[in-house]
């Protein structure tokens, strides 16, 4: 098993509707998530992080966590073509320092 | 404020020969932390140093990558003799290390690196 998993995709949405993309871990002691968006060619970039059960809001962006299933997921509300790229999950364990823990990451294609 | 900064951006060598991608971190962070990425394994970590000091170095493929930290302002990967399978992009990335969840890493440009 992966330490943090994530649906590879391509998921594919509409322009302005809600994109919601998934991942769970595996050391149930994990501290902190973190989502980057990655496009094409160029490096990870901090969309948002969460560290406490619920949801954190921002802008368009929702982080939902739940700990109990070891489940975290992004919600991007509205979604632009510009949003197109693809979504990381990365995971602060408990008993790893500092180090994140990144999935594979989910293509996510906004269709105009 | 001047992010990560690497170079080369792009390198392209020959098998054997060897390799020194240089990264330098954001002012005033204090982690440090080298990524490899690719289409078949994803983005993995090589090594990260605290406080210029290596802290896990576990992701090191082998002997033939090293990684220096001199100073707090720059940090070195080598790869001596470098072989077709190095090829990758290679992130920097790095933090101000607060023990508080919520600490972030911030990532360089990347290196793209092709060995022939």
């Known amino acids: 098993q992966k330490e943090v998993e994530q649906n590879s995709g391509p998921l594919s949405v509409p322009e302005g509707a809600i994109a919601s993309l998934n991942c769970t871990y595996s050391?149930?002691?994990?501290?902190?998530f973190f989502w980057y968006r990655q496009y094409s060619g160029k490096s990870p970039e901090l969309i948002m992080f969460?560290?406490?059960?619920g949801d954190k809001e921002d802008g368009r962006f929702t982080a939902q966590l739940n700990k109990a299933s070891q489940y975290v997921s992004l919600l991007i509300r509205d979604s632009q073509p510009s949003d197109s790229a693809t979504y990381l999950c990365?995971?602060?364990?408990?008993?790893?320092?500092?180090?994140?823990?990144f999935g594979a990451g989910t293509i996510l294609r906004v269709k105009s | 404020d001047a992010g990560v900064i690497q170079s080369p951006r792009h390198e392209v060598t020959e098998m054997g020969q060897e390799v020194t991608l240089r990264c330098k971190p954001i002012?005033?962070?204090?982690?440090l932390f080298w990524y490899r990425q690719t289409m078949m394994r994803g983005l993995e970590l090589l090594i990260y140093?605290?406080?210029?000091?290596?802290?896990?170095d576990s992701g090191m493929p082998e002997d033939r990558f090293s990684a220096k930290m001199p100073n707090a302002s720059f940090s070195t990967l080598k790869i001596q003799p470098s072989e077709p399978r190095d090829s990758a992009v290679y992130f920097c990335?790095?933090?101000?290390?607060?023990?508080?969840?919520?600490?972030?890493?911030?990532f360089g440009p990347g290196t793209r690196l092709l060995v022939l």
């Open positions: 990335a790095s933090s101000y290390s607060t023990g508080e969840p919520q600490e972030t890493q911030y």
């Open positions: 050391d149930r002691g994990s501290q902190s």
């Open positions: 969460i560290y406490s059960n």
């Open positions: 990365a995971v602060r364990g408990y008993s790893g320092g500092n180090k994140l823990v």
């Open positions: 002012s005033g962070h204090n982690s």
């Open positions: 140093f605290n406080n210029n000091v290596p802290i896990d």
